[in-house]
T-cell receptor, first 112, second 111 residues
Framework: QKEVEQNSGPLSVPEGAIASLNCTYS??????FFWYRQYSGKSPELIMS????GDKEDGRFTAQLNKASQYVSLLIRDSQPSDSATYLC????????????FGTGTRLLVSP | SQTIHQWPATLVQPVGSPLSLECTVE??????LYWYRQAAGRGLQLLFY??????ISSEVPQNLSASRPQDRQFILSSKKLLLSDSGFYLC??????????FGSGTRLTVV
């Protein structure tokens, strides 16, 4: 059973701090990794994708991937109250087409 | 540009009633489409996926069914709803290796 594990949180950080969200996955052959943001009552929104080891930066967001450790993380710099949401990690199951496996999400709370 | 539409946004249905949720995609052809359910406080559960017209794969046995009558149309149905069918139903379009785009979702409450 392919699994994606995330700490459910909540992760509480003050405004302006760095929020670090972590995710581990069980399928060693996974190739594509995604972070989604889901506000309460809304559908998930893709915010970052990463496909190779290392860091990928996009504005205040940095995704980090370590395939040897089967670990992917999302850093949010200068956290804002508007970043308060649930962050879902998703990993492709490498079944020949893109069927993603989602973690249960980490709830982030950014306090003013 | 590609867009995905899902309706209705909210639905309250009595136990035993039928269900039909519709999802359509614009701006692309032959997309891979998915139905997910998210129960309150839970993760995303994949219900069905389709790689083409008439092709449906079911991930979990349940009270629901899916159909794909047209290339860009994906329908989730039930003949008789159960209380346990309540949840947030999401349709997603596969962007070919670049992740999914989700529809706005349908919040279903079975009473």
């Amino acid at each position: 059973q392919k699994e994606v594990e995330q700490n459910s949180g909540p992760l509480s950080v003050p405004e302006g701090a760095i929020a670090s969200l972590n995710c581990t996955y069980s399928d060693r052959v996974s190739q594509s990794f995604f972070w989604y943001r889901q506000y309460s009552g809304k559908s998930p929104e893709l915010i970052m994708s990463i496909y190779s080891n290392g860091d990928k930066e996009d504005g205040r967001f940095t995704a980090q991937l370590n395939k040897a450790s089967q670990y992917v993380s999302l850093l949010i710099r200068d956290s804002q109250p508007s970043d308060s949401a649930t962050y879902l990690c998703a990993v492709n199951g490498n079944t020949g087409f893109q069927k993603l496996v989602f973690g249960t999400g980490t709830r982030l709370l950014v306090s003013p | 540009s590609q867009t995905i539409h899902q309706w209705p946004a909210t639905l309250v249905q009595p136990v035993g009633s039928p269900l039909s949720l519709e999802c359509t995609v614009e701006g692309t052809s032959n997309p891979n489409l998915y139905w997910y359910r998210q129960a309150a406080g839970r993760g995303l559960q994949l219900l069905f996926y389709s790689v083409g017209i008439g092709q449906i794969s079911s991930e979990v046995p349940q009270n629901l069914s899916a159909s794909r009558p047209q290339d860009r149309q994906f329908i989730l149905s039930s003949k008789k709803l159960l209380l346990s069918d309540s949840g947030f139903y999401l349709c997603a379009w596969d962007r070919g290796g670049y992740g999914y785009t989700f529809g706005s979702g349908t919040r279903l409450t079975v009473v």
